[in-house]
């Protein structure tokens, strides 16, 4: 057994036991027990949010303290972050997804099925890899951040799409709580596209969890305040908190061609090549502020919100034209 099929087998009979214990009862309880398999999921990204918070507090804030690149001045900032990530990483934006998005997307592929169509089960393409807990969970972890690339790039050419995701660069004082900042409509976008993908490839519902889970404690550390780049060589295949921080850089991080064009470089979530595949990636070794040029005073001074749900209301305002 590889280590990484241990830790699965050890992460179900925790998710089991949470369910059992816990949810099971709590769920009968409120006379809802026809959602049970609804409530063995949300378990499941309970836990995994659990683990994840865990090693921010810990790993991560220990290396933010090592090299911090500056001092954290706006902490009112920081706690709305932090409610982000506890909305996010805790399932409750999971959950909510689970009884909107997720059962229209199951019906539809069910749909589909009765007319003919299957999974493409990309992980059978290749001789061995279905067969290896390893190799498979690799291949899904590119696929899926090519996907999460593409979207990126959409975030920031089209428009409307920026509106909302502009409150995720909004953030002038970056830490490792700030990957989940962003406009609630702008992941329902996201989840959409990542549910049609996960149905389309025939992605198990454990390494999907496994993909999102890895995928979202690396980007917590790109985002986190600390001097660290990976290198010449490691740089290359990894995303770093330096390379990602100039991708949040003002007037260079959201912007191709000087004030007000839309675009930006170092797009890529896990892995650089994308933008350098794609000729996106920049490289300078500075750490400059990060946010959004329009934030400036002498650039109007737009306001993005302070608290959570000004953030939102703005964001649907900007979405409008009316902010």
Known sequence: MSLLDAALNAFGDAQQAAFEGLVQPLLFALGLGNLLEDGYRATGWLLVGVIQIA??????????????????????????DIAYTLVHRLGLFRLAMFFSLEPVALALAGELRLLGWQPWQVDTWWPGVSDSAVLSFLLYLVLFDFVDYLIHRAQHRWDWWWQLHALHHS??????????????????????????????????????????????????????????SFGPVLGRLLVSPAYHRLHHRIGLGHESDGPGTLGGHNYAVLFPWWDALFGTARRDGRYEPTGIRDQLPEEGGRDYGRGFWAQQWLGLKRLAGRA
């Open 171 to 228: 953030q002038r004082q970056m830490t490792l709580w700030s990957d989940p900042r962003n406009h609630l409509l702008d992941d329902v976008l996201r989840d959409a596209v990542f549910v049609a993908v996960a149905l389309a490839v025939g992605i198990g519902p454990g390494q999907f969890v496994a993909v999102v889970a890895c995928t979202q404690l690396l980007e917590s550390l790109s985002h986190a305040n600390v001097r660290l």
């Open 55 to 80: 090693l921010m507090a810990t790993v991560l804030r220990v290396l933010e303290r090592w090299r911090p690149v500056e001092p954290v001045v706006d902490r009112a900032a920081v706690r709305v």
